[in-house]
T-cell receptor, first 115, second 111 residues
Framework: GAVVSQHPSRVICKSGTSVKIECRSL??????MFWYRQFPKKSLMLMAT?????????EQGVEKDKFLINHASLTLSTLTVTSAHPEDSSFYIC???????????FGPGTRLLVL | GENVEQHPSTLSVQEGDSAVIKCTYS??????FPWYKQELGKGSQLIID?????GEKKDQRIAVTLNKTAKHFSLHITETQPEDSAVYFC??????????FGKGTRLSVIA
């Protein structure tokens, strides 16, 4: 079964609003989670690394004030897209790193559509 | 929906040998197959991808093959080096749908 969940699976919002996406590790505690953005017909782009209890590390070119990441517990990380614009429409995928460095599990993704 | 199976879950090879990781997928409409490498403590990075209109793609020591009829694709790493040690993920999608990932393969290259 799924070990990483994302909520919601899809969301439609108006331009200018904020959207929060949750990523949960279901069977394990994840001190590190990663957030990716998937562009249409393209591969994943790593946006940021989320560490429990500390600030997220953002990749170059990713606006940290626009994509707010909070890793408040060992099983939950949230990505908030603030003041969303149509160009933010995309799939957002998280992954949670398994303890002991045994790899990561990916979430099913969240489809965001900004009108 | 799409289901991706990846094998093996762990793989150890001697430095200089080749490594092969295989994935199968269930959705015959999938047309995009990327491979990602995740090094310890880092996020996953795309290393190579292939689309359904080609059967093989190569980039230096890394190659990917695709068999659409059998619905499987494989990652081949030749002349492996210790820095190739990582977890590798395969994925599949229709291009306008979320990627579905395999569970990963931990590759260890022994010097």
């Amino acid at each position: 079964g799924a070990v990483v969940s994302q909520h919601p699976s899809r969301v439609i919002c108006k331009s200018g609003t904020s959207v929060k996406i949750e990523c949960r590790s279901l069977d394990f505690q994840a001190t590190t989670m990663f957030w990716y953005r998937q562009f249409p017909k393209k591969s994943l782009m790593l946006m940021a690394t989320s560490n429990e209890g500390s600030k997220a590390t953002y990749e170059q070119g990713v606006e940290k004030d626009k994509f707010l990441i909070n890793h408040a517990s060992l099983t939950l990380s949230t990505l908030t897209v603030t003041s969303a614009h149509p160009e933010d429409s995309s799939f957002y995928i998280c992954s949670a790193r398994v303890p002991s460095g045994r790899g990561s599990y990916f979430g099913p993704g969240t489809r965001l559509l900004v009108l | 929906g799409e289901n991706v199976e990846q094998h093996p879950s762990t793989l150890s090879v001697q430095e200089g040998d080749s490594a092969v990781i295989k994935c199968t997928y269930s959705d015959s409409a999938s047309n995009y197959f990327p491979w990602y490498k995740q090094e310890l403590g880092k996020g996953s990075q795309l290393i190579i991808d292939i689309r359904s209109n080609v059967g093989e793609k190569k980039d230096q020591r890394i190659a990917v093959t695709l068999n659409k009829t059998a619905k499987h694709f494989s990652l081949h790493i030749t002349e492996t080096q210790p820095e190739d040690s990582a977890v590798y993920f395969c994925a599949a999608s229709r291009g306008n749908t979320p990627l579905v990932f395999g569970k990963g393969t931990r590759l260890s290259v022994i010097a």
